[in-house]
């Protein structure tokens, strides 16, 4: 039987920030963009690409591993292929469960995960393990592991820990979603123009605050958090009919006190190939990784963020990706009747 944890009611009114109208003129720092890999689609060193009646095929998800490697996970072909971002070159592959959504990499295993269950692979792609997950959450893109434990990340923007020390447990469902730094977070759209953040920061003490967006707000995701960094990936509307977006990564401030203002943010290129459930991953140093499916293959960029201060020429996006608007609609496979 499920157990449901509402971890934001428990403490509501303990450490419970004031809502604030933030400004985000006055960024107090921005993001450094470096380019990290380049993968060509189907290239003997790149990922696999193809069409298939309504949806375009390629790297769905992405994990940043030791010693210079990335992993993606390659629903084109159903496995995992490891390339060496020093040379480019691929080191390992191995197939995985049909159709995978997406996974995650911790201390040396591989968590996959399926329609109806989560596998567990080593690093030359034997099974290990396997937990399935009640039908109930069948639509589950994303999963995330912490403290020995795996978690879904659900469409609801709750998460549900399914698994802990390798054992299969009965469900237990949190309010937010679960990041590495082990905070929970949730977001809100307050309006139009407005969304919240609630926050599980530090011994269960809860942080809501609201900011403001120019434009017209399409969705508001988590990206992750660090110790002192909360990552949201902030879409908005372009134009409603037909529908365009503009999505940008902020950075939001954890002080003593709680939830900070928003220091800084960057646009993201407007460029999606194939459509990828996991195009960011943040890393407990604080730098972010994010993956770019184009035409010409796969990218991965990392963004620091660093003081305006700093340096006078940061560096951003190539000019080639900004300037490109590209949507895996405009290629799907035309099927005639």
């Not at 769905?60 to 159903?78: D, G, Q, R, V, Y």
């Not at 434990?149 to 979603?177: A, D, F, R």
Request: net charge positive.
């Amino acid at each position: 039987m499920k157990t449901k944890i509402n971890l934001f009611i428990i403490t509501f009114l303990v450490g419970l920030n004031c809502w604030g109208q933030v400004s985000n003129n006055n960024l107090q720092s921005t993001l450094e963009v470096n380019q990290v890999l380049q993968c060509k689609w189907n290239a003997y060193d790149g990922i696999p690409y193809s069409q298939v009646p309504s949806a375009n095929l390629g790297s769905t998800s992405f994990e940043l591993l030791e010693n210079s490697k990335i992993a993606f996970l390659c629903n084109s072909t159903s496995e995992i292929i490891v390339i060496n971002t020093i040379d480019g070159k691929k080191t390992n592959k191995f197939p995985v469960i049909f159709a995978p959504r997406d996974f995650v990499y911790d201390d040396g295993l591989f968590y996959v995960l399926s329609e109806k269950q989560v596998i567990v692979y080593d690093k030359n792609g034997k099974e290990k393990n396997k937990f399935p997950f009640p039908d109930k959450y069948l639509g589950t893109e994303r999963i995330t592991r912490f403290n020995n434990s795996t978690y879904l990340l659900l469409p609801s923007g709750n998460c549900l820990k399914i698994e802990v020390n390798g054992n299969s447990i009965t469900p237990i469902e949190y309010s937010g979603w679960i990041t590495l730094s082990g905070k929970y977070i949730k977001t809100q759209l307050k309006g139009e123009n407005a969304y919240s953040i609630t926050a599980v920061l530090i011994k269960g003490k809860i942080n809501k605050k609201e900011f403001l967006s120019e434009n017209k707000i399409a969705g508001v995701y988590v990206v992750g958090s660090t110790k002192n960094r909360i990552v949201l990936d902030v879409q908005t509307y372009i134009s409603e009919n037909p529908i365009r977006v503009e999505r940008k990564i902020v950075s939001i401030e954890i002080t003593n006190t709680g939830l900070g203002n928003i220091i800084a943010e960057i646009k993201i290129p407007d460029v999606y190939y194939v459509l990828s459930n996991k195009e960011f991953s943040l890393l407990t140093n604080g730098i972010l990784y994010n993956m770019i499916t184009s035409p010409e293959g796969v990218y991965v960029y990392s963004l620091k963020e660093i003081k305006k201060t700093i340096k006078k020429n940061i560096n951003g996006y190539p000019k080639s990706l900004i300037d490109k608007n590209y949507h895996f609609n405009n290629n799907l496979l035309k099927v005639e009747d």
